[in-house]
């Protein structure tokens, strides 16, 4: 306890600060890296789409060809299965009453610890 006795307010609150800044500096650099990474990435594969088609305007035309395939496809597939999901049922609710017999698995006596006996 004596060797945190001469440190002031100021001090900490400027640790505190310094800390929560470097952190969040280092967050912001991982973000732009990621975003980096990403675009670059993205490039490549662009490239190489390119170098298959033969032209940018071939590759963009695909690109936007194979997104709209891939969305109506995914489309198609949630919609059957939602379909398939649900059967055509009669709509009827029925409560039936059932008597349960004692259980000692669902009594709550059986749970309470004895306290053991004093001498």
Do not use: C
């Not at 280092?26 to 675009?39: A, D, H, N, P, W």
């Amino acid at each position: 306890m004596d060797k945190f006795a001469n440190v002031g307010w100021g001090e900490m609150g400027l640790m505190t600060i310094i800390g929560f800044s470097v952190v969040f500096v280092v967050l912001v650099l991982l973000i732009f890296i990621m975003k980096g990474m990403g675009s670059a990435f993205t490039r490549q594969k662009k490239a190489k789409k390119v170098a298959e088609l033969g032209s940018v305007a071939a590759a963009e035309e695909h690109e936007a060809i194979s997104d709209q395939e891939l969305v109506a496809a995914i489309a198609t597939a949630l919609k059957l299965y939602k379909s398939d999901l649900h059967d055509r049922e009669s709509e009827t609710l029925t409560i039936n009453r059932i008597t349960r017999a004692y259980s000692p698995w669902n009594s709550k006596i059986h749970g309470l610890t004895q306290l053991p006996e004093k001498h």
